[in-house]
């Protein structure tokens, strides 16, 4: 009896000490899981510094000494790649060197690469088409011609768009006298091109009355179109190899054929002096 009492007695003693072991488990998992998030910590912290200094010391290369996370506004600022400008960005600093203009004497834009033979050649027709333009705006205005002639900048060149009114009578392609003195103008300004030139005859949507010479409105407005070159050729002698001409009759029209004023402007002679050259 006094053994089993004994053996009782140091069982009980062995059950009321195995909690120390889970607690001590317990304690060791803690210690390793912080000293684990210790390191990650530190890791992180290190990873973060070695790729901070590397963006810094790449965008300070690139954008002349400031680096971005200083405050430099690299490529949200004016330093948007391919020397374009950020729409969002803001105007440079009032003491920040003003742009160079570029050089129209031979240089591109960036004025560091010569200008190619085609290059040169678009630059100086678009120069002379401008120059046109102006002169033959400020001819209509000194002679007040603003209801009969029209110049407009079309991608195809410079259109000069005559009134029939102004050019012939009614059903007719014989020039009117008081037309030679514009076309005479417009003659000695494209002597100084060299470009093609066209020329197109176009009418209303109305059929060509019996008492006409002409079939149609395709016969009249070809006629027309080769009445003015024939001015242009035959008697302000300009070479024939840079003229072209057409008549469309009503199929390109201008305005509504329904109506009379409509009508009236797609009675028309347009000369267009065309773009050769697309850069």
Do not use: C
Not at 110 to 115: E, I, K, N, R, V
Not at 212 to 230: F, I, M, T
Not at 248 to 259: C, F, G, I, M, V
């Amino acid at each position: 009896m006094r053994q089993r009492a004994n053996r009782k007695r140091s069982g009980g003693g062995e059950g009321k000490d195995r909690w120390m072991i889970t607690y001590a488990d317990l304690i060791t998992l803690l210690l390793i899981f912080f000293v684990i998030m210790y390191a990650m910590s530190r890791l992180d912290t290190e990873k973060y510094k070695s790729v901070s200094q590397s963006l810094q010391l790449t965008f300070h290369n690139s954008s002349g000494g400031k680096s971005v996370l200083e405050g430099n506004p690299g490529l949200t600022g004016s330093d948007f790649p391919n020397g374009a400008d950020h729409p969002a960005a803001s105007p440079a600093p009032s003491d920040s060197p003003a742009p160079s203009e570029p050089d129209s004497g031979g240089k591109s834009a960036a004025g560091d690469t010569p200008l190619t033979d085609r290059e040169l050649a678009f630059r100086k027709q678009e120069e002379q088409l401008a120059n046109l333009m102006k002169m033959i705006q400020q001819y209509v205005q000194e002679n007040h011609l603003d209801n009969q002639i029209f110049v407009t900048d079309k991608p195809q060149g410079i259109a000069i768009t005559l009134s029939d009114q102004f050019l012939f009578d009614t059903g007719k392609a014989a020039l009117k006298p008081g037309s030679e003195k514009t076309l005479s103008r417009l003659g000695s300004l494209f002597s100084k091109l060299d470009t093609k030139i066209s020329i197109e005859g176009h009418t209303d949507s109305l059929p060509i009355v019996h008492s006409s010479q002409y079939k149609d409105n395709w016969e009249l407005s070809g006629a027309r179109a080769l009445s003015v070159l024939r001015y242009f050729i035959d008697t302000m002698h300009l070479d024939a190899d840079h003229f072209q001409y057409a008549g469309y009759a009503d199929t390109h029209p201008a305005a509504d054929n329904s109506t009379a004023a409509g009508r009236q402007k797609n009675r028309r002679v347009e000369i267009t002096v065309l773009r050769q050259l697309q850069q």
